[in-house]
């Protein structure tokens, strides 16, 4: 153990060393320096491996903001401040006490128990020592006692001077005092290390901010150096001090780096921690797979029931089914409800249109929160499915299905499956104004339109076409509406003259006033059309068998 004293004065250094020889475990050094000397000092000691710095009265409080060790006040002993006070009231001059509170405090103690003829001072500054004792002396004061500072402020001004000395029992007090707060942290110390220990064995990348985004810790097995910049560790540390905890990443020279922090709220100050990950962005570049932070959620006005019923079956991590025509939302319903309920975690989609279920056990799962299956009918063997929906259930991700027809119940085995059926757009007209201002707001931002609403009528025009795409339909509408529209609000007139002057394809719109034969005849003629005239698909598209279908190609 290395302990250092700082003297405000000369004659405590013969003291000083009569106490060296009483630790022979201790290194103790000492130097003399008092207010801004004894801070550099203090600081070069520091550096020079001081385990803790001892001095006293104002120049340990300086000393105890600059360092970053323990610095232990040389307190005064009862019996340093009797001999010192008695001594000074057998003076016959008009004699005053001042200095800090470690001082003054003791001193009135004895100056009422003994009724020494004596007055007190208290400072809270060194700043403050000159005036007060100009002032002591335009009332007649002749002597002051007190410490280093205050006597040699007092010889300036032509006064006498009682310095308060500390005794050998003041100094040896101090340096019991570092030494057990030195072997204190060192048991602390040797703790920590153990289970700084055991915690960089599991993880293997840990970096800790402090409040001023200054880096106080950091711990990195899996990168050469730190990968990511103070802006990057700025802008964490800003949101996890206010929402407590967080789920990132950031790409970089082809990994993705998986951060997870939180916010530590200290004694004496407040710290971010982050662990970071790197795992390589190809794990997810095959084909039919893609994997979200966030994404944006198209606004869905649908049955609250509805979505409160969503929500309860996402938190029981149960599978769900969304079933309904394209464009109906499924998969913006799937964004919602990952979004409002998950705040970290990612959404993981898989289209087996592309990929091979018997990849599936290959998929990394750490951060993944909800996972949504898509063509999910084009599966050639279902084991693959019902061991990944397995592993699904033990880390408890909760799963959409989305579909356009009911699933066959042999691709999910045991596994219960709730089925929740989207309704096409016409049967939610009250979504087509939140969906229009929503895509007039998209295109503004794309491609800089200018209509930024629409006006009632124009709306009810809207309303009173079926589109079979849902919708899709609808945006592609509103695409060529804004980029035709010249004006802030969006007109009917307008859309009277793109839908005339076949801006965009006629087909897209059946008149409601139509008859049911002659919309069924435009649906199965679209839908045959966007599956390249292969009938198979679409039946299965249209939930018909093929003889249905081939019968109705007929009338």
Known sequence: MKVHIIAPYESMIPIIKACVPLYPDLEIG???????????????????????????????????????????????????????????????????????????????????????????????????????????????????????????????????????????????????????????LQYKSDINRMFERLLVKEVHNIVILNSDNQIVYEHLTDFDSNPLSDDQYRTMNGEVNVSKQLHTSFSQDGSSIEVDGFWHDGLYSSYGVYVLDASPVKRFDQKGVQIKAASISEPIAMDTVLINNVTALYKNHEIIQLKGNRGTGKEFLVNQIHNEQTKNGKLLIIDFEEFKEADLNKLPLEHIRTITLKNIDCLQDYEPLREFLSTCCRKNLSIFIVSNVQINEAIAGNFAINTIHMQDLSQRKSDIGNLTKFFLSYYHQTYGTTAMNIKSDALALLEEYSYPNNIDDLKQLIKQIALNEKEYVIRKETIEKIIADNNIPTDIFVSQKATLKEMEKYIIQRVLKEENYNQTKTAERLGINRATLWRKLKE
């Open 30 to 184: 000492y130097s003399i320096g008092d207010l801004e000397k004894g801070v550099e000092l203090a600081k070069m000691e520091e550096e020079n491996g001081a385990d803790a710095i001892i001095s006293r009265g104002g120049t340990a409080k300086l000393i105890k903001r600059s360092v970053n060790i323990p610095v232990i006040d040389m307190h005064l002993s009862g019996y340093d401040m009797i001999r010192s006070l008695t001594l000074a009231s057998e003076l016959k001059d008009k004699t005053a006490i001042v200095g800090f509170s470690n001082i003054t405090s003791g001193a009135q103690s004895i100056i009422d128990l003994l009724d020494l003829p004596l007055q007190v001072y208290t400072v809270r500054e060194s700043k403050d020592v000159a005036p007060l004792i100009l002032t002591l002396k335009n009332e007649g004061y002749k002597q002051i006692v007190g410490d280093v500072i205050t006597i040699n402020t007092t010889i300036s001004y032509g006064m006498k001077g009682f310095l308060i000395q500390s005794g050998k029992e003041s100094i040896i007090r101090a340096i019991n005092d570092a030494r057990e707060m030195i072997t204190y």
